[in-house]
């Protein structure tokens, strides 16, 4: 098990970027796939990005968005350009303890408590 706190949400201009983070605890932050996703107000949670070996991405973000991982500080981010209004949600970080790059929250165990991020146009 994984306690995952983040940050870096926060108002912006559409156009604007932001940078997350989160931060992990245990010892075996690296043997973890890493994701993140987001809830729209009065939608249903959805798929961002992951990070394993490999990076995965959902349409809507792929191109803008960058997901990244510094094992040594446990943390991964995601670099977020070329924000819209549409982007705008609570963003979540999750971890995978099997390493999937799945984009189906049922697969990840712990969660944070998100951090909001508004776009304004």
């Known amino acids: 098990q994984v306690q995952l706190v983040e940050s870096g949400g926060g108002l912006v201009q559409a156009g604007g970027s932001l940078r997350l983070s989160c931060a992990a605890s245990g010892r075996t932050f690296s043997n973890y796939a890493m994701g993140w996703f987001r809830q729209a107000p009065g939608k249903e949670r959805e798929f961002v990005a992951v990070i394993s070996w490999s990076t995965a991405y959902a349409n809507s973000v792929r191109g803008r968005f960058t997901i990244s991982r510094d094992n040594a500080k446990n943390t991964v981010y995601l670099q977020m350009n070329s924000l819209k209004p549409e982007d705008t949600a609570v963003y979540y970080c999750?971890?995978?303890?099997?390493?999937?790059?799945?984009?189906?929250?049922?697969?990840?165990?712990?969660w944070g408590q998100g951090t909001q991020v508004t776009v304004s146009s």
């Open positions: 999750a971890a995978d303890k099997f390493r999937t790059l799945s984009s189906n929250d049922k697969n990840y165990d712990d």
